[in-house]
Nanobody, 116 residues
Framework: VQLVESGGGLVQPGGSLRLSCAAS????????MSWVRQAPGKGLVWVSD????????YYADSVKGRFTISRDNAKNMLYLQMNSLKPEDTALYYC??????????WGQGTLVTVSS
């Protein structure tokens, strides 16, 4: 199993970024997937989740209305569109494969910095 995130960077408050996660080594379309983030000096926080077929999505209250999770099962890709970014969104963002009540595989993360 391999998960590789990309798309992070430095953005001004109010800006947008689109994160991508390339999945390989497993049947991507069979698993729900999540985005999780870790702000500097803080713990892991769940951000969003999408079911295996993409029909249902879930969001943390802190990002609801600003972030959109999506997936392309034909390409084995997971995405996170982030709009109206705030300094408190600064974090290392991980994609993860959902398993049972948690997650069993993680990527290496991509850094998002929101600052003027």
């Amino acid at each position: 199993v391999q998960l590789v995130e990309s798309g992070g960077g430095l953005v001004q408050p109010g800006g947008s970024l689109r994160l991508s996660c390339a999945a390989s080594g497993f049947t991507f379309s069979s698993y729900s997937m999540s985005w999780v983030r870790q702000a500097p000096g803080k713990g892991l926080v769940w951000v969003s989740d999408i079911t295996n077929g993409g029909s249902k999505t879930y969001y943390a209250d802190s990002v609801k209305g600003r972030f959109t999770i999506s997936r392309d099962n034909a390409k084995n890709m997971l995405y996170l569109q982030m709009n109206s970014l705030k300094p408190e969104d600064t974090a290392l963002y991980y994609c993860a494969r959902d398993y049972s009540e948690g997650m069993d595989y993680w990527g290496q993360g991509t850094l998002v910095t929101v600052s003027s």
